[in-house]
């Protein structure tokens, strides 16, 4: 009788171990001021105000100057992108940008769609809202937020955002997007604070989504912008009414990770590992651990001590370029690391590589961009938002140049309505500029699933 009674309070045990476990939590934030000083007394100044990329003979005349006074130093032979950006590519890429690259046509080129800046939290925070032209009759558009990371932009957005506003199949949703540019990056004001991180973004931008009107939306993000969807979804789940994202690396080490690890080689049906999941995982050393290695030493140095480095870069318009298009190139795909050219114009034009470097350049936010990894890992990875689960619907594109690849089993570990995972033909870490199309078919495919 006791043995049975043990037994039964036992299983109990488990059981409400476990329901407990998977009990709904939420984030929980309280407002910041990232504003000079002390915050005012009175209400925030909520006004809207339109905004215009801009340049001048004086700013280009600076570039120029510095870009001439550059001091070349030789690449290793035979070492094409292995050493970091090849110094003998970086020089073409240097008279492309000093002679013909033509900066006032890609202002032109960026306020095609109408940008914004709104304070929030003492800061100007800058974005686009692009609305669609035309509407059919008892159609409405559906909000979507689209959030960039590092080194990229909101210009990440310029080739999808037509297809997602303007599409072309009458099948298809039409979108209203929101590209805001991250305090701390491109034309948002920096935080003059310290402790400015992913939390912090995400209930900025759910107080931008609210002043524009939206009480419901969609978001979508990949890097740096995955972590603030990810949170604005942790944050206010009733709010983001679906989550589209084209990264998922596993913070949290659970159990059927590690066994899918220890064991996803020799049984991968077990762990519904695909012949993709198998091809980009194992050998786990070489394909995560040594990987991971050659690609993250830029992160230790913006976690730890970002203002050195980005003094520097905010310095040097051409260091500033080897460091922001080296990532655009391994990031790609990893084997550009062995090509004389890095591979850079195989995916990109050197306009929008140079137009994404130019709107870090003539910001001057090298510096505060960086400064976004020390706010975040500096505190650990043992935060709450890291733990949590996110409970919205979920969409999952899996590019398969990803720098961490995830299988749909890790990404299921945070995401627990993961309701579509997309194995994508090709394509890396900058998955919105790359492929344009993909990323809009897959959007669609997931919000048509989330409107049934």
């Excluded at 030789?74 to 970086?90: A, I, R, T, V, W």
């Excluded at 976690?303 to 080296?326: F, H, Q, W």
């Amino acid at each position: 009788m006791f043995i049975e009674v043990l037994v039964g309070l036992l299983i109990g045990g488990l059981i409400f171990f476990l329901i407990q476990k998977r009990k709904t939590q939420h984030l929980e934030t309280e407002d910041g001021w990232w504003g000079v000083g002390a915050p005012p007394d009175g209400e925030e100044d909520v006004t809207i105000r339109p905004f215009k990329v801009s340049t001048s003979d004086e700013e280009l005349e600076d570039l120029y100057r510095r870009i001439d006074q550059t001091r070349p130093t030789p690449s290793l032979e035979d070492s094409q992108f292995n050493y970091g950006f090849n110094s003998h590519y970086l020089e073409k890429v240097v008279s492309y940008w000093r002679n013909e690259f033509n900066w006032r046509k890609q202002v032109d080129k960026l306020n095609h769609y109408p940008h914004f800046k709104t304070k929030i939290e003492g800061i100007d925070v800058h974005y686009l809202h692009v609305k669609p032209k035309k509407l059919n009759e008892g159609t409405t558009a559906i909000p979507l937020i689209m959030v960039h990371g590092w080194p990229g932009s909101f210009y990440e957005f310029y080739g999808v955002i037509p297809l997602l506003t303007e599409p072309s199949d009458p099948g298809d949703l039409v979108f209203e997007v929101v590209c805001p540019s991250i305090p701390g990056y491109g034309f948002s004001e920096a935080p003059h604070k310290k402790g400015f991180d992913s939390v912090c973004a995400a209930r900025i931008f759910h107080k931008l989504m609210k002043r524009l009107g939206f009480q419901q939306f969609y978001a979508q993000g990949g890097d740096w912008g995955w972590m603030v969807t990810t949170n604005m979804a942790q944050l206010d789940p009733k709010s983001v009414r679906g989550l589209h994202v084209n990264i998922a690396t596993p913070f949290k080490f659970s159990l059927p990770i590690a066994l899918s690890i220890m064991l996803g080689r020799q049984f991968p049906k077990l762990f519904g590992f695909t012949d993709m999941d198998v091809q980009h995982l194992f050998p786990c050393t070489e394909k995560l651990v040594v990987e991971s290695i050659k690609e993250s030493g830029y992160m230790h140095i913006q976690c730890t001590k970002p203002d050195t480095a980005g003094r520097g870069l905010n310095d040097s318009p051409v260091g500033l370029a080897a460091y922001i298009l080296e990532k655009f190139s391994t990031w790609t795909n990893r084997d550009f690391r062995n090509l004389e050219d890095g591979g850079l114009t195989r995916k990109f034009s050197l306009d929008d590589l140079l137009t994404n470097v130019m709107i870090y350049w003539t910001s001057g936010c090298i510096t505060s961009s960086m400064r976004f990894y020390k706010e975040n890992f500096g505190k650990g990875l043992n935060q709450l938002h890291f733990k949590l689960p996110a409970y919205v619907p979920t969409g999952f594109a899996c590019f398969p140049n990803e720098l961490i690849y995830t299988p749909k089993l890790w990404a299921k570990q945070k995401y627990w309505q993961l309701e579509t995972f997309t194995h994508m033909a090709r394509g890396g870490h900058f998955a919105a500029m790359e492929e344009p199309q993909l990323m809009a078919e897959d959007i669609q495919k997931f919000v048509k699933t989330e409107q049934k």
